[in-house]
């Protein structure tokens, strides 16, 4: 594991393909992470309008194409010394909080090998992708635990986000390296088809998420570049 551990006594886990080794140079700043919604109505193969999760930013940054009122989609800045792993859950705190943590864990799912390194280009640097599934009730009232920096938007389909204004180009962005590569396709292939290939997002032995965001917020973020 990198310095930024799950828990006490935490253990390795198996994550998707997210983590690495340690010797290996990690060239991304960031990681986007795209939930697709499964309906409950329909199959793998006959899904075509995907229903994404969306946020709305309540913030400004400009190192990372963020404008205050963005619809976009959870993302987090790597920390120093940060696996990808780490990084998604720090991306996750936009998603939900603890209140959610138990139900959360029995509907969100990563697919192993499915992960997209520097997928989208952000400004000068470049941002992971993950695709992650979720099977829970499409109305749960999800509410990020990084409340200072986003608000929930709901479930939106592909063709809804890309017919508006106030998109972050990040998630435009990811959702056109989506359907060139058919990343969520293949995300729910696997759900459907190839249980062995799906993972829980959160592990049993991951305990709180605000403790694990407090202790992350120690460390500083990979510095940006500007273009």
């Keep these: 594991m990198s310095r930024l551990e799950l828990g006490s006594g935490a253990t390795p886990y198996i ?3 997210l983590r690495h080794p340690e010797a290996e140079k990690i060239k991304s700043v960031a990681i986007g992470v795209l939930i697709v919604g499964v309906d409950p109505g329909r199959s793998g193969n006959s899904q075509r309008d995907h229903l994404f999760w969306t946020i ?30 780490s990084n998604l859950l720090g991306a996750l705190t936009e998603f939900c909080n603890d209140g959610d943590l138990d139900y959360i864990r029995k509907h969100l799912f990563i697919v192993d090998k499915l992960f997209k390194e520097r997928g989208i280009p952000l400004n000068g640097n470049f941002a992971d992708l993950s695709i992650l599934v979720y099977d829970g009730d499409l109305s749960y009232p999800f509410s990020p635990l990084n409340a200072k920096e986003v608000c929930s938007n709901g479930w939106l389909s ?8 106030g998109v972050r180009s990040g998630l435009r962005q990811a959702l056109e390296l989506d359907m060139r590569e058919g990343l969520t396709i293949e995300a729910l292939q696997a759900y ?13 032995n991951f305990k709180l998420m605000e ?12 510095p940006l570049t500007k273009c």
């Design 15 to 17: 994550d998707g393909g």
């Design 56 to 85: 709305r930013e309540l913030n400004s940054r400009e190192e990372t194409q963020k404008t205050a009122g963005q619809i976009s989609v959870p993302a987090e800045t790597r920390k120093i010394g940060e696996d990808r792993y």
């Design 158 to 165: 592909r063709a809804d986000i890309l017919g508006r204004q």
């Design 192 to 204: 459907y088809g190839q249980s062995e290939r799906v993972k829980p997002a959160f592990p049993l």
């Design 211 to 222: 403790e694990f965001y407090r202790r992350r917020e120690t460390f500083s973020d990979v």
